[in-house]
């Protein structure tokens, strides 16, 4: 028995040695806000604000963490906002638990268990009958000025099931609860009681390749979808210890958002939301704070991450990045381009959806909205009627096959070496 519990202090005191080794050397250094600013991009006049959504407290049945300790967590990692969301109840809205909380914006929505899923409500104000068909859910979320998000779509204990809804803002691109739960059990146990948090949740990290492929073809059936990363933390406690804790799961991914203002209200968090202003990243390891990705004619920006704009021949995509990464391009769905670098300037020949990935380490870093080029009014035919979106088709396949320009972008500075990366 001594003999076991000896080799079981060696092993854990190695594997955490080992975690360690591992985040010092891939960590980033933390760059001062000043200095991430590149004069190699031009200004957009959004403000970056940095946040944590789908957060579980002991307002949700199955949460450990209190209220309390979501704030502490918040305020010492400087997050701009975040958003509880506990299964089936607005509680915290009732207590009065809405507002600042020092520095931290906090916000309350709520997670609703329907019979086809789980689905994120945000600004909604009245309790909501969960056994109601998802789209009458969907509507009524609308009808109390709200927004929704269909929730990790692939998590195999609450699958979405239900596809040909409409009227939903978005769906979780990311969300780690599913990224770490779908792991090995036994091993998710045992790394979880040895190995520092941070490295271990690190090791698990995967690009979310169903999610991303859904979210794809959701912007092809209904023109436009906002992707979201969301953290589900729900810190549990156990024998004194503390699993998936709200430090760890605040970090492993952020959402932000770009706000037209240096101050930050609710309202401006919701429209953001609505607008696609998003982008996400996990931050275990770099921070993403200052990431740009914008659509440009010459030096003047005509549009941002979640934007739609009229193609014209001068347009390009610009990107600057707070650390050098491997980036992809991507398409309708489809990786048009890659590169290695901070900047990326790349000329697009054509009306598309574009979206952007970025990897460290070959890890999942940053993944950014669409911007939208729809069709000059010139090409695009007859004008839809009242309220239709242009939607691109609903077939990826009648899609022009990429130019070659897009398949070797230039660059504004110099990081113009096209690699072949599998995201
Ligand atoms: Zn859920
Ligand atoms: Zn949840």
């Known amino acids: 028995m001594r003999r076991w519990l000896w080799l079981w202090t060696v092993g854990c005191g190695l594997m955490a040695a ?23 991009i031009p200004d957009d006049g959004y403000h970056d604000f940095v946040g944590a959504i789908h957060i579980h407290t002991t307002y949700s049945h199955d949460a450990h963490g209190r209220f309390e300790d979501v704030v502490r967590v918040a305020n010492a990692q400087r997050l701009d906002y975040c958003i509880l969301t506990e299964h089936n109840n607005l509680r915290p809205l ?28 945000f600004n909604v104000h009245e309790e909501i009958d969960r056994y109601q ?25 609450a699958r979405w099931k239900d596809w040909t809804v409409t009227g939903f803002t978005g769906i979780e691109a990311y969300n780690v609860a599913h990224d770490t739960l779908d792991e090995n ?37 209904h023109g436009r979808v906002v992707g979201i990363g969301s953290t589900d933390a729900h810190e549990f406690h156990l024998w004194g210890l503390k699993f998936a804790p709200y430090e760890v ?40 704070k200052g990431f740009s990705f914008l659509a440009a004619v010459g030096t003047r920006v005509v549009g941002v991450m979640g934007d739609e704009i009229a193609f014209e021949p001068t347009l390009h995509l610009m990107t ?57 009014p010139s090409q695009a035919g007859p004008a839809p009627s009242a309220g239709e979106r242009p939607a691109v088709p609903a077939d990826s396949s009648q899609q022009p096959a990429a130019s070659e320009n897009s398949q070797t972008p230039s660059s504004a500075d110099g990081n113009d070496a096209s690699v072949p990366t599998t995201p």
């Open 94 to 121: 009732r207590d009065g638990k809405q507002g600042w909380h020092g520095m931290t914006l906090v916000l309350v929505g709520t997670e609703l268990s329907t019979r086809s899923g789980h689905y994120l409500a």
């Open 320 to 376: 600057w990045l707070p650390a050098p990464a491997q980036l992809t391009l991507f398409q309708d769905g489809r990786s048009i381009a890659t590169t290695i670098g901070q900047n990326w300037d790349i000329p697009v020949t054509e009306p598309g959806v574009y979206r952007l990935e970025a990897f460290r380490h070959d890890k999942p870093w940053i993944f950014s909205n669409p911007i939208y080029v729809r069709p000059a």
């Open 133 to 157: 068909p998802v789209q009458d859910i969907i509507n009524e979320v609308n009808r109390q000025g709200g927004l929704g998000f269909i929730a990790h779509p692939y998590f195999k204990n």
């Open 18 to 40: 080992a975690g360690c080794a591992v985040i010092s050397h891939l960590r980033s250094p933390r760059l001062p806000p000043d200095a991430m600013r590149t004069p190699n």
């Open 249 to 288: 799961m605040f970090q492993i991914v952020r959402t932000h958002l770009l706000i037209p203002s240096e101050t930050l209200t609710a309202d401006a968090v919701y429209d953001a939301f609505r607008r696609g202003h998003v982008y996400f990243a996990i931050e275990l390891v770099a921070e993403a």
């Open 185 to 221: 059990r036994a091993r998710l146990v045992f790394w979880t009681l040895t190995a520092p948090a941070g490295p271990f949740y690190f090791s698990i990290l995967d690009r979310p390749y169903d999610p991303l492929a859904k979210w794809d073809e959701m912007i092809r059936q």
